[in-house]
């Protein structure tokens, strides 16, 4: 048996994997930087892929399956998560494929009919949400999780309309790098703009809750349910971990007049959170000129340098940063 590794891989090898995950009714993802294949005079007979610290698109031929190389993937994969300082590694997978994976030292995140995802530290995303800050006595307690790409004054508006209604209000902020403004910078906007908010506390998502860049699609048959699938398994992560953890009882969300799929995110919220004892109250987007006032918006009129009508949208700081980035 043979290892190849590809840093990406060629072309024509790309194709050759694709062909094979096809065949075990997966997808191939050609952007991935990092993938290990095992080979039988040639043949391609086991696959497993490393984006960032995801390992995907495992896979192995059902004639070589129990000779243990899903371990030998695994530990190829492990060794250049290593070697790139990556220690703390995810999987998303089938849930029939739990116990395979937990033979290998990953467990269980979070699970749903369709998704498991699954982490190579123990009860990590408990030691992650124990250490998150949160007062002695919190009182009625809520929470907002946003991307703020940047932070405009419709973010502002929703988090003051949460925190009025609440003793204490949790602000995520998303953490992945795979938006216009970097997560640091967005985090910074974000705290910048609600100090004054005493009752309001801005956290970073790590690498838990979930967004539509970082969830992986390659085992999904039906693409249509994609978005459902995400929102239900970042819900479980939230109702199951965050929420018991800083005793969330409400969350504050939005309305979402432009993209259906993030009004169709909050439908299902609101459908599924209650069930777990968590209120989630819908808040009216504050608008400018007979428009919301969101985020897009705000990076279109930043392509323009369109100074004045962007300081109209966003708070001083915000507007502060804009102009000291890009002016």
């Known amino acids: 048996m043979d290892i190849e590794i590809g840093s990406p891989l060629r072309p024509w090898r790309q194709k050759a994997v694709a062909e ?19 080979l039988d005079d040639d043949k391609i007979v086991g696959t ?25 993937i695994i530990t190829q994969l492990r060794q250049e998560a290593f070697r790139r300082g990556l220690r703390h590694l995810f999987l998303y997978t089938k849930p029939k494929n739990r116990f395979m994976f937990e033979g290998l030292s990953f467990y269980r995140v979070a699970e749903t009919a369709d998704t498991l995802l699954m982490e190579n530290v123990k009860g990590g995303v408990q030691q992650f949400v124990k250490g998150l800050e949160q007062p ?37 902020v998303l953490s992945e790098d795979k938006s216009f403004f970097p997560a640091a910078d967005r985090m910074m906007l974000v705290q910048q703009g609600v100090a004054d908010l005493k009752n309001v506390i801005v956290h970073p998502t ?44 409400r969350r504050f969300v939005g ?8 009004d169709a995110y909050n439908r299902q919220m609101m459908d599924f959170l209650p069930k777990k004892g968590i209120d989630v109250t819908l808040v009216q987007r504050k608008e400018l000129d007979g428009g919301p006032i969101s985020a897009s918006r705000v990076r279109a009129l930043l392509e323009e340098r369109r ?7 966003v708070p001083e700081t915000t507007l502060t940063y804009l102009k000291e980035r890009f002016a």
């Open 136 to 172: 002695e006595n919190p009182g009625t307690v809520g929470a907002i999780v946003a991307n703020c790409n940047p932070f405009t004054l419709g973010h502002r508006y929703l988090v003051e309309q949460a925190a009025a209604q609440v003793d204490t209000l949790h602000l995520f």
């Open 307 to 313: 100074w004045e009508e962007l300081s109209r949208l």
């Open 20 to 38: 094979f995950l096809s065949r075990e009714a997966l997808d191939y993802d050609p952007a991935i930087p990092f993938t290990v294949n095992l």
């Open 48 to 72: 497993g892929s490393l984006d960032g610290n995801i390992c995907k698109c495992i896979a192995i031929d059902p004639s070589y399956q129990g000779e243990g190389l899903t371990a030998t």
């Open 206 to 249: 790590g690498d838990y809750l979930i967004s539509a860049a970082t969830f992986p699609t390659y085992f999904i048959k039906d693409k249509d349910r994609i978005p459902e699938i995400r929102c239900q398994l970042d819900l479980e992560i939230f109702a199951n971990h965050f929420a018991p953890a800083l005793n969330i009882t």
């Open 255 to 262: 309305t979402e007049p432009l993209s259906p799929v993030t």
